[in-house]
T-cell receptor, first 115, second 116 residues
Framework: AQSVAQPEDQVNVAEGNPLTVKCTYS??????LFWYVQYPNRGLQFLLK??????LVKGSYGFEAEFNKSQTSFHLKKPSALVSDSALYFC?????????????FGSGTRLQVQP | EPEVTQTPSHQVTQMGQEVILRCVPI?????FYWYRQILGQKVEFLVS????????KSEIFDDQFSVERPDGSNFTLKIRSTKLEDSAMYFC??????????????FGPGTRLTVL
């Protein structure tokens, strides 16, 4: 069975500092990996995805993520955090060639950016 | 930018009552999904729908649940007899259904269902 782990419930970072939100996955086969963000009282907004190719994926709002197959990780990063980045971040995985389109989500990481 | 919409934003119901949650997927999308998030827990997949039939469902999606595309724009989730444990945020999503499963699922804002 496929699974995703987000080991940190909360990440605190000062505005202007780099941020990292961690995600590791467990699947059999090559994964498709996704990051979504949830602002208060809003739905899940797509940030970026890794399908194949370049391990560094760039997405919306200046976010990027690095796929590391040997460490089975897909950490979300941003060089300089903004207060407006404060939200709940979810990593998700899907395994191709299984006939399944369902996303399996991690438990979420709350990012708090302090001014 | 096109987006998935959901109504109502909040639904309160009594245990045992039927509820219908509504979604309008992005217009050129062909795959539709329902997920739910119980307060403080993970987002969980319920069901996917393509070409007017269920293509995949989880163990959560039992006989109390059903989905329907009643017309060309709406996609609904019906819970026949609600239980207290059905209280959750329900998210609808849609995707283009391009080949090789690379398409992105876009989520609506959710309907918060409270069962009393």
């Amino acid at each position: 069975a496929q699974s995703v782990a987000q080991p940190e419930d909360q990440v605190n970072v000062a505005e202007g500092n780099p941020l990292t939100v961690k995600c590791t996955y467990s699947v059999s086969g090559n994964p498709y990996l996704f990051w979504y963000v949830q602002y208060p009282n809003r739905g899940l907004q797509f940030l970026l995805k890794y399908i194949t190719g370049d391990n560094l994926v760039k997405g919306s709002y200046g976010f990027e993520a690095e796929f590391n197959k040997s460490q089975t990780s897909f950490h979300l990063k941003k060089p300089s955090a903004l207060v407006s980045d404060s939200a709940l971040y979810f990593c998700a995985v899907r395994v191709p060639n299984t006939g399944r389109r369902a996303l399996t989500f991690g438990s979420g990481t709350r990012l708090q950016v302090q001014p | 930018e096109p987006e998935v919409t959901q109504t109502p934003s909040h639904q309160v119901t009594q245990m045992g009552q039927e509820v219908i949650l509504r979604c309008v997927p992005i217009s050129n999308h062909l795959y539709f999904y329902w997920y739910r998030q119980i307060l403080g827990q993970k987002v969980e997949f319920l069901v996917s729908f393509y070409n007017n039939e269920i293509s995949e469902k989880s163990e959560i999606f039992d006989d109390q649940f059903s989905v329907e595309r009643p017309d060309g724009s709406n996609f609904t989730l019906k819970i026949r007899s609600t239980k207290l444990e059905d209280s959750a945020m329900y998210f609808c999503a849609s995707s283009e259904a391009r080949g090789r499963y690379t398409d992105t699922q876009y989520f609506g804002p959710g309907t918060r269902l409270t069962v009393l």
